[in-house]
């Protein structure tokens, strides 16, 4: 049995520790306050966009996009979002899991064909560690969200795309559902997923006469104009109507842009706001565990302690019935 002064060595010593995660729980607490607020106000406006975008594209004829064209996949690029820094759970290592597998799924294109763009220090490190090929150096943007920023790293990625560098890009971020749920979530961040907008319109009107996807990709490919009876009674129509000024095309140029540098700036509050919450859970566990630890090393200080007592009370008994 270990003797009174460790047990109280290691009672000091977990106090210490508690005191410590109870502050750190607390800081995560603020920190979460101020990204859930950042997050509530932004995810809204860029998943209405979203909606608009890609519903004005499945469902209008003449609007098309180099952004939204499916290609043959010989080079991919990654963003990933972790933390700088560690104490939150499994945050980041769900996180580097996902990128793993993301390298796996493509890993007959050869690692040199696979781009990762690291946001936040833990995935940079271990994508290094890897040998996997970094792009830059985003480690600021996990403690400090940078709209500028983001707009340049979309920039990069859409130019880059449109010029064929890159043939897919995709995102693997958390997902801010709750304080208490953060989903790991793979986002298409090129070409423009269309199939998603398209899920979503399961209870659309069945009564609409504006036109299908498929009818809208018949007129695409025949300059005539005209569409099969057949056709639009077996498709679901897309009953969103657009009046577009001035044009498509200029519509399309300032839109796109805009919805990709939203969804890299979005998916990094997301992240953010995921990561304090995840500390949070995190400090808080390990501050109750401390709490149960300290219960049963008081109990075995105080059980020692009494044993420690009784014992010099017999050999005090002892000595006194021996003269």
Known sequence: MASLKEIKNRITSVNSTRKITSAMKMVASSKLHHAQMMIENMLPYENMLEHILKTFLVSEADASSVFNEERAVKRVALIVYSSNSSLCGGFNSNVIKSMQHFV????????ENIVIYPIGRKVAEKAHKLGYTVAGDFTRLADKPNSAECIDLARELAIKFR????DRVEMIFHHFKSAGSQILTRKTFLPIDLKTELERDHERDLESMVTSKEAQDYLKRNSSGKVSTESIKNT???????IVEPDIHTVLTSLIPKMLHLMVYTALLDSIASEHAARMVAMQTATDNADELLRVLNLQYNKSRQQAITNELLDIVGGSVNR
């Open 104 to 111: 796996d799924e493509y890993a007959s294109l050869g690692k």
């Open 163 to 166: 010029d064929g560098e890159f």
């Open 236 to 242: 679901k129509p897309l009953n969103d109507n657009f």
